[in-house]
């Protein structure tokens, strides 16, 4: 191959998806109801607010229950120093009460002044791109504690006044880890005079947030249900046990269990880790011979990855440590001490897949907002986008959000954000799977935009025991789309001015490159395809944001060469 970039001449991925997701499969809802079948494009953007706006009238339709009185918000806030001010303010029939309670722009505000000087731990950073949790965070006058390994890009913040500490811990060692940030913890307590809330915005650090959480007898959801919706396959068991629906599932612990998975599950079919995360490891498989070849290819990716600021970063190969033959591939890397390389394997759900971001407080939902994502890119899954609000029939969203807040509420979970995957499939709504954090991404942007409800304020204030109530815009306030492009073809980057063009468009509400000068990116022929580049835009419709991402891909032209270009320093 010639090292000078080339555009492709292939159809575009999101043409292909769209064309995809627009053919209802057979016996689908969407077959016997053509008008309904909307995705991705609205008849009129009145329709789409309707739509979007349908589930949303009251917290009331989330719960089918009255919000919580303030007996009932007293009794459930744990006795962290925060909370026994709420509590000596929270007295049934007090204007305090009434106005800390207010479902209103007041109450908000209320709410949000009682947040200031909370000293709140975050259990590990996140990858850079979190820094704007930490930001905010400072902007409403918390005080941040960020326990963290040594080398993690977060530590600077200290210097630059926007955290008041940094807890250098080894994450590596996850046997002793809970011990060792106990101790640091009760020396952070002594030193700043009290601890209000313990939280990550981080999956592999949501299981620890949950105990230390307890130790405190600081606000927290059990660590039971969190255990529960980190484990997949003990996921699918508990929404079986609630009576909600669920695809058959298998686990498998090694390849000899592969035979009774195929059994019992079937094919089309996806194998997955149980605790992964960001959809690494995630593989459709149609045959028997594509589920043990798959399976092999994901044991070996799984061990080339390391943890680092609470999220799974690759390790190139001629980097890798020597694995122990004795100890198995498992003990290649550190992930291997937080990710349970048990696997498994599920029925293939067909449908539309969505993104349902939900908040809980005092045990009930208070919010819930559904996004449309576009088809993955398959075998692996990869996302390529989304818009908000929904444009799915309001019937289908409605089942949507009722189904994931049973499956919030099966399991135990009482506050705070979650995001929740789901798809409408020929038989209905079906659960992916539920994560006790905030989405990733675009999703704190998108439900602030669109819906005008800030996920970090929430899940900040539910960490400390402060009673929440998302203030909903009445209508949607912008109409949003995304695009993560994919990596076409493998190759190195060449240059990252590509998405010059569209930086200040006054409909572009950000395009930027994901990958550097000279990094390697792998289409999906060769593996888990690299996203180089996303754009958010803000139309009219949804159904014009579509077309402006669409025209912005076919107009694309990536600099992926085949030779690692010199990269001159500066």
């Known amino acids: 191959m010639d090292s000078k970039a080339q555009p492709s001449k292939k159809p575009s991925l999101l043409s292909q998806a769209m064309k995809q997701q627009a053919q209802p499969s057979k016996g689908s809802v969407a077959e016997t109801n053509v008008d309904d079948f909307v995705i991705p494009e609205p008849h009129n953007a009145d329709r789409a607010y309707e739509m979007a706006r349908s589930y949303l009238v009251s917290p009331q339709v989330l719960t089918g229950s009255v919000m919580p009185s303030s007996v009932d918000v007293a009794s459930s806030i ?21 106005r800390v309670r207010e479902n209103s722009e007041r109450g908000q505000e209320i709410r949000l002044k009682l947040l200031r000087d909370s000293v709140i731990v975050f259990i590990t950073a996140g990858y850079s791109g979190k820094r704007f949790v930490f930001e905010q965070a400072k902007r409403l006058g918390v005080r941040t504690v960020i326990v963290e390994s040594p080398d993690s890009w977060s530590r600077k913040l200290v210097d630059e006044g926007i955290i008041e500490k940094f807890v250098a811990i080894d994450m590596d060692e996850s046997d002793t880890l809970m011990q060792r940030i106990l101790d640091r913890l009760n020396d952070v307590a002594k030193e700043l005079g009290h601890i ?16 230390l959480s307890e130790i405190f007898n600081l606000p927290c959801n059990p660590k039971d249900a969190v255990d529960v919706a980190r484990d997949k396959h003990k996921f699918r068991r508990a929404m079986a046990d609630a009576g909600l629906p669920s695809p058959a599932s298998h686990s498998i612990h090694g390849p000899e269990d592969l035979s009774a998975a195929a059994d019992v599950v079937g094919f089309p079919a996806v194998i997955k880790p149980v605790a992964g995360a960001a959809s690494l490891g995630v593989v459709r498989v149609d045959s ?36 122990d033959p004795a100890a198995g591939p498992a003990k290649a890397n550190n992930a291997a001490s937080w990710i349970d390389l048990t696997m498994m394997m599920e029925e293939y759900l067909d449908g539309e897949e969505v993104d349902v ?70 038989r209905g709504p079906r659960l ?44 949607p306030l912008r109409c949003i789309a995304e695009y993560s492009i994919n990596a076409p073809r493998s190759g190195y980057m060449a240059h990252t001015r590509y998405m010059n063009k569209w930086v200040g468009h006054p409909s572009v509400l950000y395009a930027r490159p994901l990958v550097s000068q000279g990094d390697k990116v792998v289409c999906k022929e060769e593996g888990m395809p690299t996203w180089v580049c996303e754009i958010m835009v803000s139309m009219p419709t949804v159904q014009e944001g579509i077309e402006f991402v669409k025209e912005v891909e076919r107009e694309l032209e990536l600099p992926i060469v085949s030779k690692k270009p010199v990269i001159e320093k500066k």
Not at 196 to 211: K, N, Y
Not at 407 to 416: D, P, T, V
Not at 450 to 472: T, Y
Request: proline share 6%; hydrophobic share 35%.
């Open 78 to 98: 744990a006795m962290s120093p925060k909370a026994v001010d709420l509590r000596n303010m929270i007295k049934p029939g007090g204007t305090t009460s009434n």
């Open 288 to 323: 028997p011979e594509e589920l043990r070849t798959a399976y092999e290819k994901v044991i070996k990716e799984m061990c080339s990855y390391k943890v680092s600021s609470g999220a799974l970063e690759k390790v190139e190969e001629e980097n890798l440590p020597e694995a």
């Open 196 to 211: 209000d809330g313990i939280t990550t915005f981080c999956e592999m650090a949501v299981p620890l947030v949950s105990r």
């Open 432 to 475: 992916i799977e539920i994560n006790c954090r905030m989405g990733g991404g675009p999703v704190h942007l998108t439900n602030r935009l669109v819906w005008g409800v800030d996920l970090v304020d929430e899940h900040l204030m539910a960490s400390v025991g402060i009673p929440v109530r998302p203030q909903i815009a009445e209508k």
């Open 357 to 426: 971001d939900v908040v809980m407080a005092e045990g009930k939902a208070v919010y819930g907002a559904i996004t449309d994502n576009w088809p993955t890119i398959e075998p692996y899954f990869n996302e390529t986008g989304s818009n908000c609000p929904s444009i799915l029939p309001s019937y289908q969203q409605r089942e949507l959000l009722e189904l994931a807040v049973q499956g919030c509420k099966s399991l135990g979970l009482k506050l705070g954000v979650f995001h929740v995957e789901a798809k409408y499939t020929s």
